[in-house]
């Protein structure tokens, strides 16, 4: 009787552990039945143009792209050996030290003073979100009339308190900051509604307590906020640093690059030894160097600056 129990028993172990894992089959094909069309898109739209790119950059191509000789690492030799590149990552990570930390600074600031609850509060919340709506073809054009060096506001402020007027976009000294200022702008209403996201996820008890203990505002950003909000503050930093290197629009808008390749980024140099000079092997060389520069960054953010969020 005893064998016959035992036999049973194991028959109906291994008839829960069959029905276990039916059940984590079952599963597994509805998530993917429901990342199916993300799969696709990423499969068709991100790796495979990323192979393609790869393996283009090691051929010369014909007039109209397709591989017609391998080369070998040889269009990675010609662009380390000219100047452009190296002027273009300069740009591109002077832009970047530009754009992130001043927009991040600036949206913090708004989040916090949106997330004040007092009367027509919505209403600021709606005006410092609304830039997430506006495209950066859009703004680069209205920036451009207002940049303009006769007609544009600017000047004409700069005129109202006796200034003298900046050539904003014609200028080596002033263009990459007045690129700059638009970025800012764009990614403003973004940074800002994530970083506002956050604040109202705070506990309000900490803040209750805090004050309970004598701490004043200063004390509580500092201690409370700060330290709260700083798995936001590295998402921000790691996704505004990667768009800041891609920039693209507004400088094809605003500058094509110039004056004198000081707008000249990375993106847009790709960009004019692709679709201008037919450099298609050397367009996908330079791509991949910046797609490793995005990656190494990525790699040294979240070595460096991971460690410093409070994920509890």
Known sequence: ??????????????????????????????????????????????????????????????????????????????????KDLYNSLKVSLTFAMYVVPTSLIFALFLAVLSNVETKGISIFRVIFSSTIAVSG???????????????????????????????????????????????????LGFNTVIFLASLQGIPEELYESAKIDGAGFW????????????????????????GALQTFTQISVMTSGGPVESTNVIVYLIYRAFYFNGQYGIAAAMSMVLFLIMLMLTIIQFGVLERRVHYN
């Open 1 to 82: 009787m005893a064998t016959l129990e035992s036999q049973r028993s194991v028959r109906s172990g291994s008839q829960f552990i069959t029905r276990q894992q039916m059940r984590a089959l079952n599963n597994f094909f509805t998530a993917m039945l429901f990342l199916l069309p993300s799969l696709l898109i990423f499969v068709f739209f991100v790796f495979i143009p990323l192979l393609k790119t790869i393996n283009l950059s090691f051929y010369l191509t014909d007039a109209i792209g397709r591989p017609a000789a391998f080369n070998g690492i040889e269009n990675y030799q010609r662009i380390f050996e000219e």
């Open 137 to 187: 073809a859009t703004a680069s054009l209205i920036f451009l009339f207002l940049f303009h060096p006769a007609i544009g506001i600017f000047n004409y402020i700069l005129d109202l308190v006796k200034l003298p007027r900046v050539q904003w976009l014609t200028s080596d000294a002033t263009s990459l900051i007045s690129v700059s200022m638009v970025t800012i702008w764009l990614t």
């Open 219 to 242: 004390a509580s950003f500092r201690h409370i906020t700060i330290p709260m909000i700083s798995p936001t503050i590295f998402f921000l930093i790691v996704v505004s640093t990667l």
